[in-house]
């Protein structure tokens, strides 16, 4: 029986969410392109992302930083020594694995060998490339593998353009790339990925009870989040990454973890990094990267609280929470209506008929101006509504003869699949009160 996780794949691929990347050279192995549906649910995400965290907030601002940045930044943070996973080959067919996904003790996953690793050691993740015409070590960079350091660097200059007062945050959305051992589980763990990050910073703490009450604060944002997008809250998990096992900064972090169709895993962090980054950052830099207190004249150097979301396994949650296959006759992908790729669908009810085809045309370039509309005239009303509820849309308008003559249309919900006549004049706000 095909899995759940192959039902998603496949509607996916099928309906234009996500593609295999470079498919026609035979694709590249781990790498996913988002199709023009999948743009517009990913796009959904990061842009209510942006509204809420940063947008709606006074104490958040924003950067959108280069995905290339000076190599020193990746000495400064720890990135180039020790950003690494333990790494063993099987010496029978040659497979890697990361030592601590798998139990060594048993046999090779792949080729079912006893007693068949090397000894782990370090593989570090940085994915390296050149800068400029000369492919030699002076011209060796890399692409970031996570957005945070772009707001540990741009501090001084957020904090100077700004006058912001602690506590306050810089958010970015943005590309980051890992030379992953093990990637996998379609678009859970790839080399290329997208996460939205904000970087807190807040007065070294006196008391615990300090940071300990903005970690909670943002402990809350995440969940408030998550509940926002539909992700099903029963299957969220908060794991407390115990002593030895968090990155040396920290002094705590909680993950988020979800039960994806192919187990609990990882889907968002939280971490209290400490001064740690800003600190290193002003000595490697020379800069000074501290804060002046305006009631104390102090000079402090801010601690961070980190929450951290990726997009990608945002979007899988997202498409595995809400898809509903439990009507054997119909497959229904049930967005939150701010998440949905298309608002509505507008259909004439038959295709052959240019009066019925012109008014549909009408209400859809109206409507469009406010709404993501998408417009289906093929087959017959009944399969239309199949085709739109597998990719989530929330509402099918429908012209028949009667809007001729009686100025309404019908409008069937994806949800409850009841019809009303609603008014062509009424349509903007029924779907703005609806949608809203
Ligand atoms: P994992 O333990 O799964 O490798 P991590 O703890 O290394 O993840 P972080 O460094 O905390 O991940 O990155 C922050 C977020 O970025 C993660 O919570 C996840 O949502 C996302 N992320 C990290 N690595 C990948 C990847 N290879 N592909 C897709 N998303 C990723």
Not at 139 to 148: G, K, S
Request: proline residues 5%; hydrophobic residues 35%.
């Amino acid at each position: 029986m095909e899995s759940k996780m192959d039902k998603i794949i496949s509607l996916c691929k099928r309906r234009g969410f996500v593609f295999p990347g470079s498919e026609i050279y035979g694709g590249l192995a781990n790498s996913w392109d988002y199709g023009p549906i999948g743009v517009e649910l990913k796009n959904n995400i990061k842009q209510l992302w942006w509204r809420r965290f940063v947008q709606s907030r006074d104490d958040v601002v924003g950067i959108d930083a280069a995905l290339i940045m000076n190599p020193k930044v990746w000495e400064a943070s720890g990135h180039l020594k020790n950003f690494s996973d333990p790494l063993v080959d099987c010496k029978k067919c040659h497979e890697r694995f990361r030592a601590d996904l798998i139990n060594v003790k048993d046999p090779c996953p792949n080729c079912g060998t006893k007693d068949s690793f090397t000894e782990s050691r370090q593989f570090n993740l940085m994915l390296k490339t050149f800068l400029g015409p000369a492919e030699e070590a002076a011209n060796i960079v890399y692409f970031r593998p996570e957005t945070a350091q772009a707001m540990f660097v741009d501090f001084k200059n957020v904090l100077q353009t700004t006058r912001k007062k602690l506590p306050f945050g810089i958010a970015q959305i943005g590309k980051a790339f890992r030379n992953e051992i093990t990637p996998g589980n379609f678009i859970f763990r790839t080399r290329e990925f997208e996460q939205m990050e904000i970087e807190y910073f807040i007065k070294p703490p006196k008391k615990d009870e300090d940071w300990q009450s903005i970690f909670e604060m943002w402990r809350k944002e995440m969940i408030g989040w998550m509940k926002e997008i539909g992700i099903e809250m029963e299957k969220v998990h908060e794991f407390e990454v115990p002593d030895g096992e968090r990155a040396h900064y920290s002094k705590r972090t909680i993950d988020f973890e979800y039960e994806f169709p192919f187990g609990k895993k990882e889907l968002y962090g939280l971490a209290y990094r400490t001064d740690f980054d800003l600190k290193n950052h002003s000595v490697a830099s020379k800069e000074d990267l501290s804060y002046a207190d305006p009631e104390t004249n102090e000079k402090i150097i801010p601690h961070v609280i980190e929450p951290t979301w990726g997009v990608d396994r945002t979007v899988l949650a997202v498409l595995s929470s809400s898809f509903d296959d439990s009507n054997p006759e119909r497959l229904v992908l049930k967005l939150p209506y701010k998440l949905a790729p298309y608002k509505a669908a507008v259909f004439p009810l038959l295709k052959n008929k240019p009066e019925l085809v012109s008014k549909a045309k009408e209400i859809y370039d109206s409507l469009r101006k406010d709404f993501m509309l998408t417009w289906d005239d093929r087959g017959n009303v009944g399969k239309r509504y199949y085709s739109q509820d597998e990719i989530g849309t929330p509402f099918c308008i429908t012209v028949d003869f009667d809007s001729l003559e009686d100025g309404a249309v019908t409008v069937r919900s994806r949800d409850t699949t009841k019809q009303e006549r609603i008014k062509i004049s009424e349509l903007k706000n029924y779907l703005s009160e609806k949608i809203k």
